[in-house]
Structure formats: structure tokens, C-alpha cells
């Protein structure tokens, strides 16, 4: 498993009793604390700025579709291709050679610092 988890040691351990990392990507030492690894523990401050950022984007997404954008912009690059296994593939009309969005891939630092920078820059 991967993603982002909340740095509570007592969650963590609840996840994987012996906090070894098996199961979870982070790891408890001795004295039963987390031991980053690969960036994946996050502060409930950062999960409520996700969440925030989240709930933006959706929010932002509704209202577009309801003003009647309905565009079509795939999302495209770093392995991922939005149409290659999708349902409305046959219906939907998007042609080979039309701007898509890029694909940003973000490892989780990168991701989490983007999204704290717009939230700051929105309080
Ligand atoms: S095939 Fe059409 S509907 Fe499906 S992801 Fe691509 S652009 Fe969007």
C-alpha cells in the first residue's frame, strides 16, 4: 500500500500492529515513534489543507459543468493516458494531435508543498 498517512503514532499502530512497514509505507521505531519514509506521513493540518484543496477543485469542477464547459481535457504523459481505457472512447470524439493536459506527477512533497502554497495564498 502507498499514499499519504496521517503522523499519528497511535493510528500507525493501529494500522500495522509491529510497525515494521509491511503493510503501511512508514515504520515505527522502539519507542513506538514514526520513522519517515518516502514522505509519507502527513500533519492533520496538512490533510485539512488537502482536504480544502479538494473540495476547491470539485466545487470548481460542478460549477464549470454546470455553466455548460463540458470540454474535453484528457489528462496525458508520465505513462498515464486518460483515453486509453475509456468507456466513452467510442463516443466522445477526441482526436489523435488535440491539446490534452500534461501529467504532472508529483512525489508526495512536491504535491503537498503545491497545495499548501495555495491554501496560504488563499487565507
Ligand atoms: S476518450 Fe474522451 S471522454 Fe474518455 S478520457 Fe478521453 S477525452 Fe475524455
Same mark, same amino acid.
Given at each position: 500500500?502507498?499514499?499519504?498517512?496521517i503522523?499519528d503514532?497511535e493510528i500507525l499502530?493501529a494500522m500495522?500492529?509491529?510497525?515494521?512497514?509491511?503493510?503501511?509505507?512508514?515504520?515505527?521505531?522502539?519507542?513506538?515513534?514514526?520513522?519517515?519514509? #518516502?514522505?509519507?506521513?502527513?500533519?492533520?493540518?496538512?490533510? *485539512?489543507?488537502? +482536504? %480544502?484543496?479538494?473540495?476547491?477543485?470539485?466545487? $470548481?469542477?460542478?460549477?464549470?459543468?454546470?455553466?455548460?464547459?463540458?470540454?474535453?481535457?484528457?489528462?496525458?504523459?508520465?505513462?498515464?493516458?486518460?483515453?486509453?481505457?475509456? #468507456?466513452?472512447?467510442?463516443?466522445?470524439?477526441?482526436?489523435? *494531435?488535440?491539446? +490534452? %493536459?500534461?501529467?504532472?506527477?508529483?512525489?508526495? $512533497?512536491?504535491?503537498?508543498?503545491?497545495?499548501?502554497?495555495?491554501?496560504?495564498?488563499?487565507?
Amino acid at each position: 500500500m502507498n499514499g499519504l498517512l496521517i503522523n499519528d503514532p497511535e493510528i500507525l499502530a493501529a494500522m500495522e500492529k509491529d510497525g515494521e512497514g509491511v503493510f503501511i509505507p512508514a515504520k515505527l521505531d522502539k519507542e513506538g515513534k514514526p520513522v519517515k519514509s #518516502d514522505n509519507c506521513l502527513a500533519t492533520l493540518e496538512t490533510y *485539512g489543507r488537502i +482536504f %480544502r484543496y479538494v473540495n476547491k477543485k470539485l466545487t $470548481s469542477m460542478a460549477q464549470s459543468l454546470y455553466e455548460g464547459d463540458v470540454r474535453r481535457e484528457p489528462v496525458k504523459g508520465g505513462g498515464t493516458d486518460a483515453c486509453r481505457y475509456c #468507456d466513452y472512447k467510442t463516443v466522445c470524439g477526441f482526436e489523435k *494531435g488535440k491539446p +490534452f %493536459r500534461k501529467n504532472l506527477r508529483l512525489d508526495h $512533497s512536491a504535491a503537498v508543498q503545491a497545495i499548501t502554497e495555495e491554501d496560504e495564498e488563499n487565507e
